[in-house]
């Protein structure tokens, strides 16, 4: 990792018109309004993701208040 961080501040960096392409910005990510419009609602992915991930701490939540209520007796 060194080597290649010295690597990099050591070189001169290239034209901007030869990495253009291939640099990634959040532009690539977006969907087309006809994808956006498709899946908007229940089909959106973040509704979802926001689902599972409230589930599991849940969960865990659920977990760690049962530990607390009920600790092990030695």
């Given amino acids: ?4 961080v010295a690597v990099s501040l050591l070189t001169q ?5 030869k990495t253009a392409g291939i640099i990634w910005s959040p532009s690539y990510a977006a969907l087309p309004a006809a994808e956006q419009a498709r ?3 229940w089909q959106d992915l973040r ?3 926001l689902i599972f991930i409230s589930t599991v701490l ?9 530990r607390f209520q009920h ?3 030695p």
């Fill in 1 to 4: 990792m060194i080597v290649m």
């Fill in 13 to 17: 960096p290239p034209a901007p018109e």
């Fill in 39 to 41: 899946h908007s609602g």
């Fill in 47 to 49: 509704l979802w993701w």
């Fill in 58 to 66: 849940s969960i865990y939540g659920f977990f760690l208040w049962f």
């Fill in 71 to 73: 600790p092990d007796s």
